[in-house]
């Protein structure tokens, strides 16, 4: 990585700050209108932002959650399982969550010593920045010159340590001067590619534009979209992938237009235990996000929804994933064993 | 058509109310909340219905702007052009509204009686209503028992006549017993399908789920969806079928999962000058559509966007084109052609 990319990176907005006595959030619900942060000082007050989505986008949950566990043990020693516990059920499609979990449970049973369960939060929040930054340079180098991209929700460095999965592709493919045009879906029902996205953006000084998520496979028709670039929440065994409802949709019109389908996802996101996408657990939230807005109807009430908040991507609809060791062109489960081994 | 439909018809909302005064408009803007009537005195008053979307759906607007020139000529006999002109330039992409303008120059420039305009305007209505009920039935039939549908945008009697085109077909298989599940798209930006076919459906005591737009794909991957059902704006001599942003790629993924596609609209939908959808007109709105809600910000200020309002589905997806003439079954130029001579 170039000190140029390092230097954008860290002048990216922080969205998760650990003080060394509080974890300090950005509010992702309030923005583009307000910049607050949120102070949790216990687990569950991390899980409690982990489930209301303060903090979303599976790299950064999983960052939130391992410095959850330091405040959960640093007030009592014996409270590690409980918060753990506490922690795992906040949201259940996102593997890293769980990976992260996982990892600092390996340190504390080895230690029970606050100070390196610390330490190994810190690493993990730095080592997704950096794996962040490696996959970007990876998944830049797949797009031609002059490449328009569509992305969906966001996947950039407010859903991650810094800069970004698929969001960080498109930061380090712009500043190579690489894109033509960058469109970004909505995302609903939450939003997050005109609230989130589009913010990230604008601050960066990208210049994109916002579609529907319905519009997209129109988009395709109309103009010649190179990639789709998304991020993930898990990806099977054999690569099957979940990730923010309306992914599937993309790949599906991606197949018909000729556009190629990249997911970017850091190693903790694999699940090996997951051997495809059917068994990949998909988190279903209320009808009122769909029928209300911001406290408004939009819907009758009491109007029943359908409203799962993840889907699945098969394999054979990914080009490539591009992960921190490298990238994995057609993926299948040999070839993902391959590279994870 | 049963008498039990018919009495289920006209039970219904009425969007369209001409008092023999004025044309009175429910404002589908404030819907569901509030069920308020605008009083649209001139035909430059019912252009800015047609143009703000008080009123909207392709047989509606056609409705509407026949009554639009009965208010013209009857305050200036000389401005029936004028008046025409206006009003065909409300909206782009709908042909129905050209279709009804035309339908009533015919009339005009065979009579100049503001009475024989009138009875023509009140005929369109009134046929608007009877071709919905026997395309209701011919779509209806079409149906398995136990038919899982899936429909976009809002089609019922808030857009037409009275009871619906691809919502009629919905009405009339529910009314028969024949469905078991009803999906509706939120269909964004505008949200016709939560805040008009939510409300129509719970008034009639349909039961059925919202779901967001980018979620159709996934819900065809979990159960089995029989029909994919819509309305049109306009359909080419091909077949080719311009309707509501996100019906292409409905009809992308009905094709992937074996979901059959059906499109209902009158015959006044067709455009026999238009050879293929390329050709189509295909309306473009402001930004603001997305990055506001309610006069609230959703993305920051300014951002830019691609906010096509319709899309364009190619023949070669549709499984059958309903109207009042009949069914067109894998809709082709020499078909469309045989049915409307």
Redesign the interface.
């Known amino acids: 990585m170039t000190s140029q990319t390092v230097a954008r990176a860290q002048s990216a907005v922080q969205p998760i700050v650990w003080t060394g006595e509080v974890l300090r959030l950005l509010d992702q619900r309030v923005l ?2 307000q910049e607050r942060y949120l102070d949790c000082k216990s687990a569950a007050e991390v899980a409690d932002a982990i489930h209301g989505m303060a903090v979303r986008g599976a790299p950064a949950i999983g960052i939130a959650a391992a410095y959850g566990l330091v405040l959960a043990v640093r007030a009592d020693s014996r409270s590690f399982d409980r918060a753990d516990a506490v922690l795992a059920a906040s949201r259940p499609t996102a593997i890293n969550l769980r990976w992260a979990l996982a990892r600092m449970r390996g340190i504390w049973s080895r230690s029970h010593d606050v100070a390196v369960l610390e330490k190994e939060a810190r690493r993990i929040h730095q080592e997704d920045l950096s794996q962040n930054l490696r996959m970007a340079e990876l998944g830049a180098a797949l797009l031609p010159q002059g490449a328009r991209v569509l992305t969906h929700c966001n996947t950039g460095a407010l859903a991650t340590g810094g800069h970004g999965t698929a969001l960080g592709v498109i930061r380090t493919a712009h500043a190579q001067g690489k894109l033509a045009a960058v ?1 970004a ?5 939450w ?1 997050q590619g ?2 989130l996205t ?2 990230e953006l ?1 601050r960066e000084g990208i ?13 395709m ?1 109309r103009e010649k979209i190179d990639w789709v670039i998304v991020g993930a929440d898990r990806i099977a065994a054999n690569g099957d992938t979940a990730n923010k ?2 992914t ?2 993309l790949a ?2 991606a197949q ?1 237009h000729g556009t190629r389908f990249m997911v970017v996802a850091p190693t903790g996101t694999f699940d090996p235990n997951c051997a495809s996408g059917e068994l990949i657990p998909i988190e279903q939230r209320g ?1 009122e996000e ?2 209300r ?2 406290g ?5 009430p ?7 908040v993840f ?2 991507t098969p394999a054979e609809l990914i080009d490539a994933i591009v992960c921190e060791r490298g990238v994995i062109e057609e993926p299948t489960a040999a070839k993902i064993r391959a590279l994870l081994n």
Chains 1, 2 share one sequence.
């Open positions: 583009p209108a469109y879906g909505e995302t609903r029902p939003l005109a609230r589009a913010w604008q210049e994109a534009k916002l579609i529907v998520d319905s519009a997209a496979a129109y988009l028709s409802i309306g599937y949709m599906v019109a018909r009808a769909l029928t807005f911001r408004e109807a939009i819907a009758p009491g109007f029943d929804a359908f409203n799962p889907d699945v």
